[in-house]
């Protein structure tokens, strides 16, 4: 990539030298000099309006010569790009997948910009698509979610500005809900004051607060808490101290994560936006979906009508929402009709391939092909992942 | 795993680099063609009047009064120039910016880094201005771009005359688009386009559909003969609907008088100018968003009782709808994920079955058995279990 930009730059080099360097300039010269010539002696008419024709031809030549330089250049590095950035055809996987979907796909995107709280992009698009066909509007995005996440921006700006109190009021509103959820928000908030007093020296007003507020979390965070109280001793070198964790500086963008991550929870919906997350790992898996299609097209096979992919895409682990089991004897991956079945000793398979294993009988004893334990198949039991 | 592999990505942006390098070189060659046609008119004016005014015909105010015309044409040259070099220097300059750009995210060395993610969501950013502008969202389009500030990063401008174009078509006129065809006839050779001669049936089938005979031989003797070699049996198609009236039922007569036709030339245009440009036929939002959709696509995501709400397949109203023609995802590798805490169950954290068949992770069991007296109780089932009840699972 380096020199490839370095490449770049001397074409912008000589390119600009264009501009700045205007040949064009020098032919007005010329021009121009030869008019003062002819004036200033008439006599000489003839040989300078010559020696004129001369340097305007060497002039147009040096100035086509400069941009042909440039064209030429260019072209070149036009092709550097085709084999730097291989030019594989990118075709989608199937390419009615989206027909008479439209509707859902700007959907879609208006959501994913409602949620980053770019409201102003959500609703002009929205707007747009309404006058471009009113029958599949697909943008009646109900109000209350963009309502829910006006205040969510809200609450996160406050955040930013250290101003606790919003989110405070309404992990107490939701209190239960966030309860049920084993979500530590509140705690984490009451935390974050505490520290905050702590670290403008309102001592006496921090102790006061950890009194009023961290009593309803004795039983979950006793430890936590007793190290944010002992840490009190240590404020005036707290960075040298073994408490140098606890600043507000190092839990501020854990809190507007924390109450992000929380209030989408509630809500029903992901943290991370659903296009956002399915655009990486679109963007991650491309390159080996392209390699396949070509390989396919060379053998003159279609995949885009088959049920299942014809490779394995990997996915980085935060991007794994459901468990996948593939039967390690057989390799296919379970289904209801064939679940996967746990034997004595631990160890998982498919059930067609448990009776393959049995040879079809359950109280016949067989060894797992993984460890030395023999067991029968009517005691592997079905497991759900 | 979390490596990233950046050839393998960057070669996804060949397009992004392409097109602003190709523009360049495009409006640097109409700048060339257009400083060469001057010149060669200007060495002719010098040659003419050194030549008149070495016969005599020519006296020495004239010859003033010439060369100053040619300085002052020569000003005017430079100053058109200037428009078109202001063209330049934006794709020059837009080149440069997304060099850097892609410079930038070789820098990034893993996949869940925060570059990364603010990498990848600039390309989201991107891929979206792209597919609003396809879909005739300019407005939308222009003011994403702004508020990202990734203006240097989309072709918005590169729209604008082809969306004259399409609405031309869409209002059944070809005139806009034989202009186009005019100003990129080579390269439209190149890609041996028969989008021309369409446009050209076009004409000859509405001056048909009117009934106006005559004027559509006269057409036809213009603009489809020289078409002869290569289209003969297309323009023997089309003459034969001089023979019948537009209400014909006779095939082939009955599909070319069909209105649709206009439909597929706004397509063929569309994606002619793409490929001159170098877009990708399809929009890179429809081409990364199957590739994703379809690596996450599991049964599950329709299995109502395992809808995972971080899972976008799993949405019935937005991408899992989005995702029902593809294909689902292939996997020869287990990858256990606990139901309860959304954790990848390893080594590290087994997974442990409940007498009642239900697998979650140790982790999230052994929390629950603390918070409840060693009492354990399946999500899914509500069934309650001891702690010591738990067995581990192996997955090979």
């Known amino acids: 990539m380096d020199t490839f930009i370095k ?379 | 795993m979390n490596k990233i592999n950046h050839d393998q990505l960057l070669a996804l942006e060949h397009p992004f680099i392409k097109i602003p390098v190709e523009k360049l070189k495009s409006s640097l060659r109409t700048s060339q063609k257009y400083i060469e046609k001057e010149i ?57 910016v997304r060099l850097q750009h892609l410079q930038d995210f070789t820098s990034i060395s893993t996949l869940d880094s925060d570059e990364f993610s603010r990498w990848s969501r600039v390309r989201l950013n991107r891929i979206v201005v792209d597919y609003l502008l396809r879909e005739g969202f300019r407005e939308t389009a222009s003011l994403l771009a702004k508020s990202e500030h990734i203006e240097d990063l989309v072709d918005i401008e590169l729209f604008a005359q082809s969306a004259k174009v399409e609405q031309a078509l869409t209002q059944q006129s070809c005139a806009e688009c034989l202009q186009w065809c005019k100003e990129n006839n080579s390269n439209l050779k190149k890609i041996k386009s028969t989008l021309e001669f369409s446009l050209r049936e076009q004409e000859f089938i509405e001056l048909a559909r009117e009934r106006r005979p005559q004027e559509a031989i006269a057409y036809a003797k213009k603009h489809l003969t020289p078409w002869q070699e290569t289209h003969m049996k297309e323009i023997s198609h089309v003459m034969g609907l001089l023979a019948f009236p537009p209400e014909t039922k006779c095939y082939p007569y009955k599909r070319l008088y069909d209105k649709s036709r206009w439909n597929d030339l706004t397509a063929l245009f569309r994606s002619n100018n793409f490929a001159l440009q170098f877009f990708t036929p399809e929009p890179l939002l429809n081409v990364t968003l199957q590739a994703g959709l379809a690596a996450l696509k599991t049964p599950m995501c329709y299995q109502p009782q395992n809808r995972n709400i971080y899972c976008p397949v799993c949405d019935p109203e937005t991408l899992g709808a989005l995702a029902t023609d593809l294909p689902l995802s292939h996997h020869f590798n287990s990858s256990i994920v606990c139901w309860i805490s959304g954790q990848i169950m390893n080594e590290d954290n087994l997974p442990m079955a409940l007498p009642n068949g239900y697998v979650y992770s140790h982790s999230a069991l052994a929390e629950m058995a603390k918070l409840n007296n060693g009492k354990i109780t399946c999500p899914r089932t509500s069934a309650v279990f001891d702690s010591s009840q738990m067995k581990k699972v192996f997955i090979s």
């Open chain 1, 7 to 385: 490449d770049y730059d001397k074409i912008l080099k000589k390119h600009s030298a264009l501009e700045t360097n205007d040949p064009l300039d020098r032919l007005i010269a010329v021009v121009n000099e030869a008019r003062e010539k002819i004036r200033a002696d008439p006599s000489s008419v003839n040989t300078s309006l010559a020696a004129l024709g001369k340097s305007v031809k060497s002039a147009s030549q040096t100035i086509s010569d400069e941009h042909k330089e440039v064209q030429s250049a260019l072209t070149k590095y036009s092709k550097a790009i085709d084999k730097k950035f291989t030019a594989e055809a990118m075709s989608p996987i199937n390419l009615h997948a989206f027909d008479n979907r439209q509707h859902i796909l700007r959907k879609t995107i208006a959501l994913h910009y409602i949620r980053q709280g770019n409201f102003e992009i959500g609703d002009t698009f929205a707007k747009a698509s309404r006058v471009l066909s009113v029958k599949e509007a697909g943008l009646d995005i109900p109000d209350t979610i963009r309502h829910q996440f006006v205040e969510m921006f809200d609450i996160v700006a406050s955040l930013k500005e250290n101003n606790l109190e919003p989110a405070l009021q309404w992990a107490k509103r939701h209190g239960n809900e966030l309860e049920k959820r084993s979500s530590t928000l509140e705690f984490k908030l009451h935390r974050q004051k505490f520290l905050q007093l702590l670290e403008a020296r309102q001592t006496q007003e921090a102790i006061a607060y950890a009194r009023e507020n961290f009593k309803d979390f004795g039983a979950r965070h006793t430890q936590e808490i007793a190290r944010l109280m002992c840490c009190i001793l240590y404020m005036d070198r707290i960075n040298s101290s073994p408490y140098s964790d606890l600043t507000t500086a190092n839990s501020s963008d854990d809190i507007q994560h924390m109450f992000t991550r929380d209030f989408c929870r509630l809500l029903g919906l992901s943290y991370e936006s659903p296009l956002y997350v399915s655009l990486t790992v679109g963007t991650q898996a491309l390159p080996k979906i392209i390699k396949v299609a070509s390989i396919m097209k060379a053998k003159k096979t279609e995949w885009s009508q088959e049920s299942e992919m014809p490779v394995e895409i990997p996915l980085t682990d935060d991007t794994k929402f459901h468990s996948i089991f593939a039967c390690p004897v057989s390799k296919e991956q379970a289904t209801e009709e064939n679940p996967p079945m746990m034997m004595a000793c631990g160890h998982v398979v498919c059930k067609e391939s448990l009776n393959k294993l049995c040879r079809g009988n359950t109280t016949q004893r067989f060894k797992c092909p993984y460890c030395p334990i023999e067991a029968m198949a009517s005691q592997a039991k079905n497991v759900y992942f």
């Open chain 2, 40 to 96: 060669a008119n200007l060495t002719d004016k010098v040659a003419e009047i050194s030549k008149k005014s070495a016969q005599g015909t020519m006296d020495l105010n004239q010859v003033e009064a010439a060369l100053e015309a040619i300085g002052t044409r020569l000003s005017t040259l430079k100053r058109k120039l200037k428009d078109s070099r202001t063209d330049e220097n934006l794709y020059s300059q837009r080149t440069k």
